[in-house]
């Protein structure tokens, strides 16, 4: 998943916003490939083997928009397209992803002037394939999912940081997929997830 458009980092935020006469908008375009995203194996004695590739390749682009107001809201979209998906079993044509919404409020200080900036944001993912029944299910997710965030960032000296605090909040999604000599199915579980972030850059302005 992408920061919002407008933002110095792809993978963890540092939100911007328009103070005085600077920029009120902006848009992005990202490409992200993934090798083995999703791959079934065993556990055994504390170690994983796995056994094959549920989906091998896989790439998707992401059209993001954002818009700042008052100083102190930053509002995003993001739409994921996703062109490949494939594996030995898989080879599914280009489909659209859950769209991401989302909005950032400052709280403490300006993150690209002081040294120390707090806010506050929550995205929000829509499930097509709650809505379309022609989304497949290798890029849309059962149910809606919401991620609250505490971000924190700012400049020291030459040194631009951020870090991030979130919960990823999802109902439990299974995956349920039969191995032929292993059993006659294994079950894949994703739920509730803990995401922390921390980037840092040299900044000279």
Known sequence: EPTAAGEWSFAVDHPWYNEGAGRRYAAGLTLNYAHKPFVLGLLKGGGFSEQRDIITHQLITHL???????????????????????????????????PRLGITGRGLGQPYKDPISMSFGIQLWLPLRGMIASVPDTVSDQSARFLPRLILGGVWKKLLWSSTLGLLIRPEARAIVSVPGISTGQAGRAGTELQLGLAASYFDQ
């Open 64 to 98: 993001d928009v954002a818009a700042s107001f008052l100083d102190r809201v930053l509002v995003t979209a993001s739409l994921p397209v996703v062109w490949v998906t494939r594996s030995d079993s898989v080879d599914q044509g280009v489909a659209v992803g859950d």
